[in-house]
């Protein structure tokens, strides 16, 4: 089945403590971006990727991290989470570029107190 | 700035009958339009699309209107159906970028 998957569906942490979290796809996908989705203002983008090792920034990229090490992963890292960055935060990929239709992975919930 | 804006949060609407979404836009390098449904616990999943090129795209019980002049599209849902209860996105592109721009999103719910 075509999917893009995150881990973990729910994270509850505190500040200041690095997490990571995994998003991968098994569509060989080169387009993948990170977005989060916050009351009020939709979803947002974070950073996004080409391609691997070819990653870029969105229109809230502070305080996170990627890389593109492979095709199929792309995680998003957070170094020194705060409770601003409680969100839903979403995955998602694509087949030619992000101005298209995006396949989005189930979510994760992030709660940093 | 938001660029993308669904100016209703809700909308609620009797089953059987039409849900019509509504989405405006600001910036006039979006030639392509998107609609996304989200159910709880689950990600945004797309619905329609349209390019600036026509001003209408249909499937099924689905059909996006665009009216550049107006830079405004509509998502039309007929006959409405409970499972169409859901969070629906609108988004748009310009050629070259390499994101989509949302808006706030706005709530159907379909009563019996």
């Known amino acids: 089945e075509a999917q893009v998957t995150q881990n973990p569906r729910y994270l509850i942490t505190v500040t200041g403590k690095k997490l990571t979290v995994t998003c991968s796809q098994n569509m060989n996908h080169e387009y993948m971006s990170w977005y989060r989705q916050d009351p009020g203002l939709g979803l947002r983008q974070i950073y996004y990727?080409?391609?691997?090792?070819?990653?870029d920034k969105g229109d809230v990229p502070e305080g996170y991290k990627v890389s593109r090490k492979e095709k199929r992963n792309f995680p998003l890292i957070l170094e020194s989470p705060s409770p601003n960055q409680t969100s839903l935060y979403f995955c998602?990929?694509?087949?030619?570029?992000?101005?298209?239709?995006?396949?989005f992975g189930p979510g994760t919930r992030l709660t940093v107190t | 700035d938001q660029q993308v804006k669904q100016n209703s949060p809700s909308l609620s609407v009797q089953e059987g009958r039409i849900s019509i979404l509504n989405c405006d836009y600001t910036?006039?390098?979006?030639?392509?339009f998107l609609w996304y449904k989200k159910y709880p616990a689950e990600g945004p999943t797309f619905l329609i699309s349209?390019?600036?090129?026509?001003d209408k795209n249909e499937d099924g019980r689905f059909t996006v209107f665009l009216n550049k002049s107006a830079k405004h599209l509509s998502l039309h849902i007929v006959p409405s159906q409970p499972g169409d209860s859901a969070v629906y996105f609108c988004a748009a592109s310009a050629t070259g970028a390499q994101k989509l721009v949302f808006g706030q999103g706005t709530r159907l719910t379909i009563n019996p």
């Open positions: 910036n006039s390098m979006f030639d392509y």
């Open positions: 349209i390019s600036s090129i026509k």
């Open positions: 990727s080409m391609n691997v090792e070819v990653t």
């Open positions: 998602a990929s694509s087949l030619s570029g992000g101005g298209y239709e995006q396949y």
